[in-house]
């Protein structure tokens, strides 16, 4: 084994050899034996912590033993489970005095800044600082680290830790995403021999498809937490928003090559961080500084991490007034217990753990000097959010429409946010910026039922970081997306007003179908979600649905392509039954579902004609695995496991060459870096007999760019350069580049999640329901050419640009290009979607789209 990398012993220390038998101190130097009769984790686990990884059950069970050892002092607060039965818990610490009035001190910390109703009682006002550990699974090290914090905070012989107790409520998460910490433990302990093998190709170091990172449904929960689609993050942010912490810090780890970061973060910030924040940022900075150069460990700032896209565990607490930081230490899941880097040393888990141990306890130390500077600009923070709203908009009319789902939708997503909104309450006639042609109108027409969402509020700065047209770059070398507007999200008309607009507080009341009698059909309009979960839910049952291929008009209402008919006569085997299916199913959905008394319209096609076709219940696999992207294949597997409650085979890629394709007659394949191995010449003859026989497949991002160009296929990139003045003679002078603007240059090929603008066909299958228009999050731009045979049903022009950053070689990609086609093949179809439509759960008017791509196409 190489050396140990033991930077810190030309100091005279001995952290990383943990020698002792009891927990060191940030200092490096062994904490005093305790009087308090609290076990440390070493006593209770019967192992040093760094020497074993810890299942999710024992760091919960060592947090519960110290709660009873010192119940004075800690508070277990469970919150929730995730989809695996696992305990979601927050650990709470303080001094006696300040646990025994906690639920005072929360609702008071509410009660000031508006959130609750009513006058916070007298009494000290203790900072609340939230620390989240292990949010991806694999970056086991912070739950380790937790219990060292933990047992570190009960030491009231420590001075840092009297200091923080005195002037601090510190909550301490031990497990964000418990499915995948013990997804990746379980798998490592598993790996691991007597002693670890350090060798970087060593099994123990390599995970398999798709590793502890992810959630169950593979999702990413540090980009969830404003848009909130899964389960543990609904949970958390619920209990998120009965604290409001004043400081939050969130633990990860990075590649093993790197050292440690700390704030102060990258740019770009956005521009409605305030000056304290921005200021605390460096405070945080200075704080870890000197813990880390005590010890001689190396670490960088303002480098990578940036405070810009709001979903995350840094810039959500920010833009809800808080100090928000992100700590990353180098190893994540390919560390293990050593691991041997680039240069011959062997990077530890017992040197990580005390890394994020060391930055934890100077970051509550920061808070904890500045307790009343913190306390005092939170509450302002606030009072200017409900006194003089930040942003040119001081109201925003969301306008109902004939679609109650995406409202509702819309809805959801402003409570799990606690952002306040109403109602008109009555018609009226006022001037704003209208979020489809950007310009602004007078004159615009606010029917009674139209949301409205004043921005004089607590939650002011979130609802207009969520709400920008087009929010500020500052620099274009970001680590995420770069535009997500809510309207654009949810394909919602709005407006945004620069004058106060008051709201009501209820809807105005929406007129239901009366049924009398027994009716002759329903009619369902294709809409949104709630549509496509009520035709899911229709075909489980095995009831028969057609959909009308052209508008209609029946019983004084007019009804758009796609819209479903279930007719009685095509159900007959239903007998009496139907009529409950169909009202408990739109019930149970939300659909907007109409009994008729005849299928003779006055306008369009009967519902007997040729344009009135069958749906047939599609049987669903998708393809997963090595080169999968986690996220992409979890996005869709969710969709339909959870969202849609609907069947679906999860199918390993390397078995597509021994599968039965007469069971499936719908394939997705998500985006994959590996198709090349899967989908091999044979199996590809295999798939396309398939299709020609009937079969559909949805290619995916990268699966599309995959079969672009292949034989049978006539998805096809544009010929050509994307840069015009390469179309030029080339000059000698053009090779010639500077070293120092390589990333600046390469993000020109760019575009991390920009917003355009879809020209769809509607009377398409694939456009039904988006005669409103449609917005994509674009995040590559794959240049594809027009189908030459096949239905161009979305594509881009040269100025369908709406927000976000894209280079210059991807904007012009991004120009007369196909987003959404679909290739008639045989009796079968290939569908082609360039974007990700379920993006991370949260572009909701995506979900309609790829409904239309499984049920609706063919």
Request: with cysteine.
């Given at each position: 084994m190489k050396k140990i990398l033991l930077t810190l012993s030309l100091l005279g220390t001995l952290i990383i050899s943990r020698a002792q038998t009891s927990p060191s101190s940030p200092t490096g130097q062994p904490l005093p034996q305790q009087n308090t009769g609290v076990q440390s984790p070493e006593q209770f686990l019967g192992y040093k912590v760094g020497q074993h990884f810890t299942t999710h059950r024992e760091v919960i069970a060592y947090a519960e033993q110290v709660a009873r050892q010192l119940p004075k002092r800690v508070r277990i607060i469970p919150y929730g489970k995730t989809y695996e039965g696992r305990p979601l818990v927050v650990v709470?610490?303080?001094?006696?005095?300040?646990?025994?009035?906690?639920?005072?001190?929360?609702?008071?910390?509410?009660?000031?800044?508006?959130?609750?109703?009513?006058?916070?009682?007298?009494?000290?006002?203790?900072?609340?600082?939230?620390?989240s550990y292990n949010v991806h699974g694999n970056e086991a090290v912070s739950s380790e680290a937790f219990m060292d914090v933990l047992y570190q905070m009960t030491n009231l012989s420590d001075a840092v830790t009297q200091k923080v107790m005195n002037n601090t409520v510190v909550l301490l998460d031990p497990g964000l995403n418990p499915d995948g910490h013990d997804r990746y433990v379980?798998?490592?302990?598993?790996?691991?021999?007597?002693?670890?093998?350090?060798?970087?190709?060593?099994?123990?170091?390599?995970?398999?498809?798709?590793?502890?990172?992810?959630?169950?449904?593979?999702?990413?929960?540090?980009?969830?937490?404003?848009?909130?689609?899964?389960?543990?993050?609904?949970?958390?942010?619920?209990?998120?928003?009965?604290?409001?912490?004043?400081?939050?810090?969130?633990?990860?780890?990075?590649?093993?090559?790197?050292?440690?970061?700390?704030?102060?973060?990258?740019?770009?910030?956005?521009?409605?961080?305030?000056?304290?924040?921005?200021?605390?940022?460096?405070?945080?900075?200075?704080?870890?500084?000197?813990?880390?150069?005590?010890?001689?460990?190396?670490?960088?700032?303002?480098?990578?991490?940036?405070?810009?896209?709001?979903?995350?565990?840094?810039?959500?607490?920010?833009?809800?007034?808080?100090?928000?930081?992100t700590y990353e230490q180098g190893g994540s899941g390919r560390a293990g217990l050593a691991v041997e880097r680039a240069d011959g040393d062997t990077l530890t888990l017992r040197q990580r753990i005390d890394h994020h141990v060391a930055s934890s306890i100077a970051t509550?130390?920061?808070v904890a000097d500045r307790s009343a500077d913190v306390v005092k600009e939170f509450g302002q923070f606030f009072d200017k959010a409900r006194t003089t709203p930040i942003g040119p908009y001081k109201s925003y009319i969301v306008k109902a429409g004939t679609d109650p789902g995406r409202l509702k939708a819309l809805q959801q997503l402003l409570d799990n946010n606690k952002i306040a909104y109403g109602y008109a309450g009555k018609s009226m006639s006022v001037t704003g910026f209208n979020y489809t042609?950007?310009?602004?109108?007078?004159?615009?027409?606010?029917?009674?039922?139209?949301?409205?969402?004043?921005?004089?509020?607590?939650?002011?700065?979130?609802?207009?970081?969520?709400?920008?047209?087009?929010?500020?770059?500052?620099?274009?070398?970001?680590?995420?997306?770069?535009?997500?507007?809510?309207?654009?999200?949810?394909?919602?008309?709005?407006?945004?007003?620069?004058?106060?607009?008051?709201?009501?507080t209820a809807p105005a009341a929406t007129s239901t179908s009366t049924i009398s009698g027994t009716p002759y059909g329903y009619v369902?309009?294709?809409?949104?979600?709630?549509?496509?979960?009520?035709?899911?839910?229709?075909?489980?049952?095995?009831?028969?649905?057609?959909?009308?291929?052209?508008?209609?008009d029946l019983e004084n209402k007019t009804y758009p392509t796609g819209t479903l008919i279930v007719t009685r006569g095509n159900n007959d085997h239903f007998g009496s039954r139907l009529d409950a299916i169909v009202?408990?199913?739109?019930?149970?959905?939300?659909a907007d579902m109409t009994p008729v008394q005849s299928g003779f319209v006055a306008k369009g096609s009967d519902f007997g004609s040729d344009f009135v076709t069958g749906l047939k219940a599609p049987r669903v696999a998708v393809v997963a695995g090595e080169?999968?992207?986690?996220?992409?294949?979890?996005?869709?597997?969710?969709?339909?496991?959870?969202?849609?409650?609907?069947?679906?085979?999860?199918?390993?890629?390397?078995?597509?060459?021994?599968?039965?394709?007469?069971?499936?007659?719908?394939?997705?394949?998500?985006?994959?870096?590996?198709?090349?191995?899967?989908?091999?010449?044979?199996?590809?003859t295999q798939m396309k007999d398939w299709i020609r026989s009937g079969g559909k497949l949805i290619a995916m991002e990268r699966a599309a760019s995959f079969l672009a160009g292949k034989e049978g296929f006539d998805l096809k990139e544009k010929a050509g350069s994307t840069d015009p003045a390469k179309d030029r003679k080339t000059a000698v002078t053009d090779s010639l580049k500077i070293y120092g603007d390589r990333e600046r240059v390469a993000i020109s090929d760019e575009t991390p999640g920009s917003i355009y603008r879809v020209n769809i066909d509607t009377t398409h299958p694939l456009g039904f329901g988006l005669g409103n228009g449609y917005y994509t999050l674009v995040q590559n731009a794959y240049?594809?050419?027009?189908?030459?045979?096949?239905?161009?049903?979305?594509?881009?022009?040269?100025?369908?640009?709406?927000?976000?950053?894209?280079?210059?070689?991807?904007?012009?990609?991004?120009?007369?290009?196909?987003?959404?086609?679909?290739?008639?093949?045989?009796?079968?179809?290939?569908?082609?979607?360039?974007?990700?439509?379920?993006?991370?759960?949260?572009?909701?008017?995506?979900?309609?789209?790829?409904?239309n791509a499984v049920f609706m196409v063919n």
């Open positions: 709470a610490i303080a001094s006696e005095a300040n646990l025994s009035r906690l639920d005072e001190i929360r609702t008071n910390n509410l009660k000031r800044i508006g959130l609750l109703d009513g006058q916070p009682t007298a009494g000290p006002t203790p900072t609340i600082a939230w620390l379980n798998w490592y302990n598993q790996m691991v021999g007597q002693r670890p093998d350090p060798t970087p190709s060593a099994r123990e170091h390599n995970e398999p498809w798709p590793g502890g990172r992810y959630t169950h449904y593979l999702f990413d929960p540090n980009r969830d937490w404003a848009w909130q689609t899964q389960e543990i993050t609904r949970q958390r942010m619920a209990l998120y928003q009965q604290w409001m912490p004043h400081l939050h810090g969130d633990f990860h780890e990075m590649g093993v090559e790197s050292p440690y970061y700390f704030a102060p973060s990258a740019k770009p910030y956005h521009e409605d961080i305030t000056p304290f924040q921005r200021q605390f940022q460096q405070i945080i900075g200075q704080y870890c500084s000197r813990y880390f150069d005590k010890n001689g460990w190396l670490y960088y700032t303002r480098e990578r991490f940036d405070l810009f896209y709001p979903s995350y565990g840094d810039t959500y607490p920010t833009y809800n007034g808080a100090i928000g930081m509550l130390e920061s042609n950007h310009k602004s109108e007078k004159n615009v027409a606010v029917g009674a039922g139209d949301m409205v969402i004043s921005a004089y509020q607590p939650k002011s700065t979130l609802l207009k970081i969520l709400f920008e047209p087009n929010s500020t770059l500052e620099d274009s070398a970001t680590y995420d997306i770069t535009a997500w507007s809510m309207p654009y999200a949810f394909g919602l008309q709005t407006y945004g007003l620069t004058t106060r607009l008051t709201p009501g369902i309009r294709w809409q949104s979600m709630p549509s496509v979960q009520m035709l899911a839910g229709l075909l489980k049952q095995k009831v028969r649905v057609r959909v009308a291929e052209k508008a209609f009202r408990a199913e739109a019930a149970r959905t939300g080169g999968s992207q986690p996220p992409a294949v979890g996005e869709v597997w969710h969709f339909f496991d959870q969202e849609l409650n609907y069947p679906v085979t999860m199918l390993d890629g390397n078995s597509l060459g021994n599968i039965d394709w007469s069971r499936f007659n719908v394939l997705v394949l998500p985006t994959n870096y590996n198709y090349g191995r899967f989908l091999t010449d044979r199996v590809l240049n594809f050419d027009f189908l030459k045979d096949g239905w161009n049903v979305g594509y881009l022009k040269n100025d369908n640009y709406v927000a976000g950053f894209a280079g210059r070689n991807a904007k012009n990609k991004l120009k007369n290009t196909l987003l959404m086609g679909v290739q008639s093949y045989g009796r079968g179809n290939v569908v082609y979607l360039a974007d990700d439509p379920l993006f991370r759960g949260f572009w909701y008017s995506g979900k309609l789209l790829f409904g």
